[in-house]
């Protein structure tokens, strides 16, 4: 983890102004486009979730500004993130289920299978939940498979002053491609460019992906 400073980091004053903000957060909703994706991960009965949440790692590693972060109220950009995404159980009650990056997508698949069902099994409330609570390499995920949607909007605690990002999936869109995609950041380490660009880094991945299972 390295601290951002003025020297080296344009925003500085931005991250200033808007540290002070009651609510410095700010979502976006947008439609990723993933290609052929879905398609390719049905003829190779690969998991199309799992697939996507490989790709938003992906681009969470290869994009910077989606790792900065907030450490005693200065700026910070950590190594790697940690995704924690919501899954449900079958008494229709969530879980967060702390997801395990991997380089092949099919050891993704396969960890992160197994991670589901084991943290399923917990208590909403569980110990990693509680040692993790306070870790700023934390991404937060929910996926909703049930509808489309144009905006989203989520809980905060009023603790949560880590400026970790909060992303939303939602149902595909088989026939374009198309998959309702929100992403919440805090202002003062991101603009509205920085969530083009990491949204287009996303698209990228699922390109990138597509290729790999088209060899």
Same mark, same amino acid.
């Given at each position: ?37 879905? +398609? ?66 099919? !050891?993704?698949?396969?960890?992160? !299978? ?17 040692? +993790? ?14 509808? !489309?949607? +144009? ?21 595909? !869109?088989?026939? +374009? ?39």
């Amino acid at each position: 983890m390295k601290q951002l400073t003025s020297s080296d980091w344009s925003r500085a004053e931005h991250f200033d102004f808007y540290l002070g903000f009651e609510q410095p957060y700010f979502s976006i909703t947008t439609r990723l486009k993933t290609g052929s994706l879905y +398609t390719l991960c049905k003829q190779r009965q690969l998991s199309f979730t799992y697939s996507y949440l490989y790709c938003l790692s992906k681009a969470c590693q290869n994009y910077a500004p989606i790792r900065y972060r907030i450490v005693n109220r200065r700026p910070y950009v950590v190594d790697k993130v940690d995704m924690s995404c919501v899954f449900l159980r079958e008494d229709r009650s969530f879980r967060f289920v702390p997801l395990v990056a991997c380089e092949d997508i099919h !050891d993704y698949i396969k960890n992160n !299978d197994a991670q589901k069902k084991a943290f399923l099994e917990q208590p909403l409330v569980s110990e990693h939940f509680l040692a +993790t609570s306070d870790n700023p390499q934390q991404l937060y995920l929910s996926i909703l498979p049930w509808f !489309d949607f +144009t905006s989203f909007s989520h809980a905060r605690n009023a603790k949560d002053n880590l400026g970790i990002p909060k992303c939303v999936f939602g149902k595909l !869109d088989p026939q +374009t491609g198309e998959l309702p995609f929100s992403v919440e950041v805090h202002h003062g380490l991101m603009d509205g460019l920085h969530v083009a660009e990491f949204i287009q880094e996303i698209e990228t991945q699922c390109k990138i992906l597509s290729e790999q299972l088209l060899a």
